[in-house]
């Protein structure tokens, strides 16, 4: 099955920095890349989304950069403001998604200081 | 359209009792997952269903067990309750699961004393 490691745990910036949360993958079969945002006491929701055919994907002041030779993939936040703090999770499909379910990254809580 | 659905919000259970949480999905999506969600352990993957079959399971113990509905709601259920299932279980649908945006439900918090 898949495994996904991210990195940091915590990540703590001055609004107005940028903000970089990065996972790595172990499935070279997997293709799809969703990241989640938790704000406290409320449901993961996806901010972003990247497949294996682009290299890097911007929505706004966000974007995912995508490396499938080294298997990692990297969520950028510029121009941080308050109400980024969140944990934000990746993930990857198991079994190349073949089967419905995703295995995501352990999260990484992200403060944002006014 | 209305999104994905759980009940109830909140249960307080005893230890060796069992629990059913349900999970309504969005309407037409046929995949539902379930996650458990710790502190500091992220969401760890229980099982998958498609069309009423169990796709995919993960790495929990036999006392956690699920069942989706020709409706594709789906249960799942917790039998012999220990004080480390209390947790957050939360559920997500998908159209076919593969590879398509994955919606949560708000979750229902368990805790079991």
């Known amino acids: 099955g898949e495994n996904v490691e991210q990195h940091p745990s915590t990540l703590s910036v001055q609004e107005g920095d940028s903000a970089v949360i990065k996972c790595t993958y172990s499935d070279s079969a997997s293709n799809y890349f969703p990241w989640y945002k938790q704000e406290l006491g409320k449901r993961p929701q996806l901010i972003i989304d990247i497949r294996s055919n682009v290299g890097e994907k911007k929505d706004q002041r966000i974007a995912v950069t995508l490396n499938k030779t080294a298997k990692h993939f990297s969520l950028h936040i510029t121009e941080t403001q308050p109400e980024d703090s969140a944990v934000y999770f990746c993930a990857a499909p198991e079994y190349g998604g073949s089967q419905g379910n995703l295995i995501f990254g352990k999260g990484t809580k992200l403060s944002v200081k006014p | 359209k209305a999104g994905v659905t759980q009940t109830p919000r909140y249960l307080i259970k005893t230890r060796g009792q069992q629990v059913t949480l349900s999970c309504s999905p969005i309407s037409g999506h046929r995949s539902v997952s379930w996650y458990q969600q710790t502190p500091g352990q992220g969401l760890q993957f229980l099982f998958e269903?498609?069309?009423?079959?169990?796709?995919n399971k993960g790495n929990f113990p036999g006392r956690f067990s699920g069942r989706q509905f020709s409706n594709s709601r789906s249960e799942m259920n917790v039998s012999t309750l220990e004080l480390g299932d209390s947790a957050l279980y939360l559920c997500?649908?998908?159209?076919?699961?593969?590879?398509?945006?994955?919606?949560f439900g708000q979750g229902t918090r368990l805790t079991v004393v």
């Open positions: 997500a649908s998908s159209l076919d699961g593969q590879n398509t945006e994955a919606f």
């Open positions: 269903y498609f069309s009423e079959t169990q796709r």
